[in-house]
């Protein structure tokens, strides 16, 4: 494993890192990935949510076309249980052919193996970066290969195997996610829900001939959820739910992941930058955590092409790009956790004010446009 000592050097081909290495090639900054994961590595059966915004990035990298299984979502509708207020977005109504996308984790990163190669982008697999030396000149990666040195390291490993900074902001919100495909008796119609309870918000996102459900619940509530049989679960969640797409007829198996905010950023000093959910990591209620990583990857691609090659990675250039996502950054951290601390409980004066902010979305159209932009493209919408 040989590289170029004026290589910047990308840890993770995932979507975060895998994007950046193509922008960086468009860009014509020489760029390497290391994967942990051998080549013939399947991404997970996690299923994703992707902006309007997200889409023109993976056009702009070439990946959107390749992408088979992409189901767009035209109209999502935004309720409350056991309260009133009642909210619908449509894309029609906002001129963009779809609200969001959704597709299988797995589908997006096979397509961005595929053009990583067809870029001739490098990417050694099986590779893990074990360290990161942090040094005035280069950044030191020790690797499960040998040692490499690169004027920039970025950082884009899911933020769950390096050792990172502690966060700037963390809130723990004692939330875990149950996920799963579902199988309703009513076709979706790319049709969207998103329904606020006490116990957290649940999502239901067209997904093929399926939705693919994203439940909240406390971290106990979510255990148990998980643990249920197939008709048990079935029932719950049409108790949780209600019918609007019919009855739940089938829930393929359920997975859990415990939600948190956590923003380590990635002003993480010269030669070495965190992006994607290594920068941060946010509870899905609003769409916002993986979308601001492509935002992340793509951003940092153009930063590194805007300097002279002797200055990229230095303090400047990495102060520059942190300054350029701050806004972005926090838009998403703020809205996220709006959203997770005013839905998720019960006390009656806030259960009123959500009604009429629903109700407020629902018939003021400069404000359904304003959050349907920030959702679509994030904080600078
Ligand atoms: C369990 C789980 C479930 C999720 N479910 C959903 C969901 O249902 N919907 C949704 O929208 N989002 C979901 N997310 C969030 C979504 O997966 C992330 O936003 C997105 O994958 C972040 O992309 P990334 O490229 O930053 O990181 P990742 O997708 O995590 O990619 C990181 C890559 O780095 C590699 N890597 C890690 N460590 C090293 C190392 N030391 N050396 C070399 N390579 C390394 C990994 O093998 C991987 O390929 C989930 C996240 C998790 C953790």
């Known amino acids: 494993m040989a590289a170029d000592a004026r290589e910047?050097?990308?840890?993770?081909?995932?979507?975060?890192?895998?994007?950046?290495?193509?922008?960086?090639?468009?860009?014509?900054?020489?760029?390497?990935?290391?994967?942990?994961?051998?080549?013939?590595?399947?991404?997970?059966?996690?299923?994703?949510?992707?902006?309007?915004?997200?889409?023109?990035?993976?056009?702009?990298?070439?990946?959107?076309?390749?992408?088979?299984?992409?189901?767009?979502?035209?109209?999502?509708?935004?309720?409350?249980?056991?309260?009133?207020?009642?909210?619908?977005?449509?894309?029609?109504?906002?001129?963009?052919?779809?609200?969001?996308?959704?597709?299988?984790?797995?589908?997006?990163t096979a397509a961005l193996k595929q053009a990583l190669a067809g870029a001739g982008v490098a990417v050694d697999y099986g590779v893990a970066v074990e360290r990161i030396d942090n040094g005035t000149d280069v950044a030191t990666l020790h690797t499960s290969r040998g040692v490499l040195t690169?004027?920039?390291?970025?950082?884009?490993?899911?933020?769950?195997?390096?050792?990172?900074?502690?966060?700037?902001?963390?809130?723990?919100?004692?939330?875990?996610?149950?996920?799963?495909?579902?199988?309703?008796?009513?076709?979706?119609?790319?049709?969207?829900?998103?329904?606020f309870t006490p116990d957290g918000p649940a999502a239901l996102l067209p997904n093929g001939d399926r939705y693919a459900l994203v439940w909240t619940a406390s971290t106990a509530e979510a255990g148990r959820i998980a643990a249920l049989d197939d008709a048990a679960f079935l029932d719950a969640l049409y108790r949780h739910f209600g019918g609007r797409q019919g009855r739940f007829l089938e829930a393929g198996p359920r997975k859990t992941f415990p939600l948190k905010l956590a923003y380590t950023g990635s002003e993480a000093g010269a030669r070495v930058v965190r992006i994607g959910n290594a920068a941060q990591t946010l509870h899905p209620v609003a769409g916002q955590g993986f979308n601001i990583g492509l935002r992340d990857a793509f951003e940092l691609a153009?930063?590194?092409?805007?300097?002279?090659?002797?200055?990229?990675?230095?303090?400047?250039m990495l102060a520059a790009y942190a300054r350029g996502r701050r806004a972005d950054v926090a838009g998403g951290l703020g809205f996220t956790d709006f959203l997770v601390r005013t839905f998720s409980n019960d006390f009656p004066p806030l259960r009123h004010a959500r009604g009429l902010g629903l109700l407020a979305l629902e018939v003021l159209p400069p404000l359904k446009t304003f959050v349907a932009r920030r959702m679509m493209f994030g904080a600078r919408g």
């Open 150 to 195: 690169a004027p920039l390291a970025v950082v884009a490993d899911g933020g769950r195997s390096l050792e990172a900074p502690a966060p700037r902001v963390r809130r723990e919100y004692d939330q875990t996610a149950v996920v799963c495909d579902v199988r309703t008796e009513l076709p979706h119609a790319s049709r969207a829900y998103e329904r």
């Open 8 to 108: 910047v050097l990308i840890v993770g081909a995932g979507p975060a890192g895998a994007v950046c290495a193509l922008a960086l090639a468009q860009q014509g900054v020489p760029a390497r990935v290391l994967e942990a994961q051998p080549f013939e590595a399947r991404g997970d059966t996690r299923t994703l949510a992707l902006s309007h915004g997200a889409r023109l990035i993976l056009e702009r990298v070439g990946v959107w076309d390749a992408l088979g299984a992409v189901t767009p979502i035209t109209r999502i509708h935004i309720s409350q249980r056991g309260a009133l207020g009642v909210a619908h977005l449509d894309a029609a109504e906002l001129a963009v052919p779809a609200l969001g996308y959704v597709l299988p984790y797995a589908e997006l």
């Open 302 to 316: 153009l930063a590194c092409a805007d300097v002279p090659s002797d200055q990229l990675g230095n303090a400047a």
